[in-house]
């Protein structure tokens, strides 16, 4: 019967130190066998004295492998050969001479730094998914840097510097982000390479899969599903209800809500605010902000409320000044997930976000259809339509003839261009203000706002 090697099998005709880096190979990956007492081609030569190999083959992995591998030994074909079967091990790497190795196709090669910084991960048991955020962070941010750099190679010893971490923690990132650029993207070959010691290059990365590693990293992430706790539906479920649809521990739910709280407070601390007026509304819009920048042109969160929210845009179709792009229906969908899940947790707006006559007939016919959409659970007082009609008029998706004065219509935005006007008379920070200078400057302030 013809034999020949393979991935997982290879031959040796007599017994020298070479089989060693196989036996490291086999350890590091799937395992395998060798064949000793057998030429290259498969034919049967047979070994002079079987129990003084067999000696000879367990001294040699006993002394040279580290840390021990898991292997047996089998004599065979009339006690002419030896068959060496090696088990994959779980204290990985496997080094014979301070090197590992792996198989490729039937060549044993030594793996390269990238491989050996995921092969120390793996020994440790901690898969890239469950590396802490700090890591992915850190990954992250060696991805932008080599990113920013185009097409030209990178000097990792100037990133170790830059970012402040050691040559080790480099190489595991990047193995980290060679290993998740290859799950993202299988078909597109794109990848960090190593040209020479110390200097990389990217193959085939643009911001696309910049956003979209990102987005990996925080789906990831333990932080963000206590984080949309917190945000979403704190007083809807208690932990243990909410803790059966989240694939985290409870005990990492728990130490992820006193980390949270520290930044929330901390965040709160920094960024004082007159009262409670527009608190929900700053609160929604920065919601609005982190996961229209996450998701742009990737994804949808909260894939659950899809049936829902196109409900509602198809409720505002007859009022629509123009058909939305698909860049302002994706910017209208992640609008209306945040609104109504802050509004189902109890967070509602108090403020009025846009000031319009009530009796004007397309605010009335509006808000008619939307209350229909959402049901009687849904609160649609004139607090929580003002912040959808506000919306909707701030971003053109409608138009409103009795919009005359916008400082009636946009209190909040008002508020905002008036505070820093008024900053500016204050501090002398321009010449003074003539009358239409001020209006100018009021009209555009007010945009941005918007």
Known sequence: MYMRETRTLEFKETITNTFLKTVSAFS??????????????GNVKGLPDIKQACLDIENKINDSISPQPNYTLEVQNNNQTIKL?????IQKPYLYKSKAYKRNDTATIEVDTLEFSRLILEG???RFEELPCKDQELSFEILSLINRAADAPVNMDHVADKLGVSSYKLNAALSTINTDLRELAPQQNIHINELQKGLWQAQNLSSLVINKIRLVYVLRSPLLPVFEYLMFYENLKTPNQYLQDTPISRSVFYRQIKMLNKIIANYSKDNPKNGKVGEEFHQRLLLFQFYYSLYNGLDSPFPELSDLVDQIVQACQPYFTHPLRLSQKFKLSIFLRIWILRHRNQNYNETLTVDVDESNDQYQQLSQRLQRVLGRHFNLDRYEMSYFYGFLLAKGYITNSSNRVISNNFPLATQLTNSLIQWLKDYT?????DENTEASLRHDLINVNL
């Open 429 to 433: 920070i321009t010449s003074t203000l």
């Open 28 to 41: 590091n990956y799937d395992g395998g066998s060798i064949l000793f007492g057998i030429d290259d081609n």
């Open 85 to 89: 079967t090696v088990k994959s091990g």
């Open 124 to 126: 440790k048991n901690i």
